[in-house]
T-cell receptor, first 115, second 113 residues
Framework: DTGVSQNPRHKITKRGQNVTFRCDPISEHNRLYWYRQTLGQGPEFLTY????????KSRLLSDRFSAERPKGSFSTLEIQRTEQGDSAMYLC?????????????FGAGTRLSVL | DQQVKQNSPSLSVQEGRISILNCDYT??????FLWYKKYPAEGPTFLIS?????DKNEDGRFTVFLNKSAKHLSLHIVPSQPGDSAVYFC????????????FGTGTRLTIIP
């Protein structure tokens, strides 16, 4: 399977705990995106990387959120001191920069439930 | 500010008929548009896209139409099949897809056998 892989698929945590999610993009893709989706809404952009550089962060990404892509391959998204409002599906996508008509391919997501 | 809008939360269509899903956008700078299909507990799956330099793109049973003056696009599925039942998201991007995606809220399509 050469698609985008996300782990874990589900995470249940207590309020105040820290959580970390991992995303492995399609191997030749140099762009990696994080989105968050809540019930009844479309995915909302959080941040994206080109190789290891984080190029843009949404204002949705509070200082409790941090994302890394240390070697330009996999990425991690960490949420510190989780709150119930953080409960959502966290989606990762990857694409190959260049040309026209670049398509982002999504993973299956990590569903976070904060109790 | 919802820059991409899908005003129909749900749509039911008889199997074999045409399904038409609509999407409106407000940002005239968007130049690349995509449709994704999403099944429960899965990530969005890319379906079809269109650049602002075109007004139509076709791929098998799926056709996307773009009306730039009206800032409107639509997805036509013909003939509709039971496996098409899913939530469909319209998304828009700048720089021909080389930027983040802005999604609509989705339309749940149900194909009635």
């Amino acid at each position: 399977d050469t698609g985008v892989s996300q782990n874990p698929r589900h995470k249940i945590t207590k309020r105040g705990q820290n959580v970390t999610f991992r995303c492995d993009p399609i191997s030749e893709h140099n762009r990696l995106y994080w989105y968050r989706q809540t019930l009844g809404q479309g995915p909302e952009f959080l941040t994206y990387f080109q190789n290891e550089a984080q190029l843009e962060k949404s204002r949705l990404l509070s200082d409790r959120f941090s994302a890394e892509r240390p070697k330009g391959s996999f990425s991690t998204l960490e949420i510190q001191r989780t709150e119930q409002g953080d409960s959502a599906m966290y989606l990762c996508a990857s694409s190959l920069l260049g040309g026209t008509g670049n398509i982002q391919y999504f993973g299956a997501g990590t569903r976070l439930s904060v109790l | 500010d919802q820059q991409v809008k899908q005003n129909s939360p749900s749509l039911s269509v008889q199997e074999g008929r045409i399904s038409i899903l609509n999407c409106d956008y407000t940002n005239s700078m968007f130049d690349y548009f995509l449709w994704y299909k999403k099944y429960p507990a899965e990530g969005p799956t890319f379906l079809i896209s269109i650049s602002s330099i075109k007004d139509k793109n076709e791929d098998g049973r799926f056709t996307v139409f773009l009306n730039k003056s009206a800032k409107h696009l639509s997805l036509h599925i013909v003939p509709s099949q039971p496996g098409d039942s899913a939530v469909y998201f319209c998304a828009a991007s700048l720089n021909f897809g080389n930027e983040k995606l802005t999604f609509g809220t989705g339309t749940r399509l149900t194909i009635i056998p």
